[in-house]
């Protein structure tokens, strides 16, 4: 069974930083796309970025573009999500989520349901 964990959340300032991970177990996600997700309160889940198995293509959202820089370490087995620049709409649950390449990664990244596998999320809040 996938297991993925999240790490990295927390409070931080508007314009401030964080990085997200995500480690897998009992896959190697070099043969998976992998995605970043999140909810607000209120809100549906949505595609934040993702990034492709093998050549490493990568999908961002247009919220979070020059912003968030997604990664992955096949050694470690770990996905990153680098933010900058965080805002306060930034503010949400994020979930990592694992999927083997059904589709294009950015038919995938739009569409939460097109992802199995999914970590238990982590808190990013983003105020002063």
């Known amino acids: 069974q996938v297991q993925l964990v999240e790490s990295g959340g927390g409070l931080v300032q508007p314009g401030g930083s964080l990085r997200l991970s995500c480690t897998a177990s009992e896959i190697t996600l070099d043969y998976y796309t992998m995605g970043w997700f999140r909810q607000a309160p209120g809100k549906e889940r949505e595609g934040v970025s993702c990034i492709s198995s093998g050549d490493g293509g990568t999908y961002y959202a247009d919220s979070v573009k020059g912003r968030f820089t997604i990664s992955r370490d096949n050694a470690k087995n770990t996905v990153y999500l680098h933010m900058n620049s965080l805002k306060p709409e930034d503010t949400a649950v994020y979930y990592c989520?694992?999927?083997?390449?059904?589709?294009?990664?950015?038919?995938?990244?739009?569409?939460?349901?097109?992802?199995?596998?999914w970590g238990q999320g982590t808190q990013v809040t983003v105020s002063l």
């Open positions: 989520a694992a999927e083997p390449p059904l589709a294009t990664i950015q038919t995938m990244c739009v569409s939460p349901p097109a992802f199995g596998s």
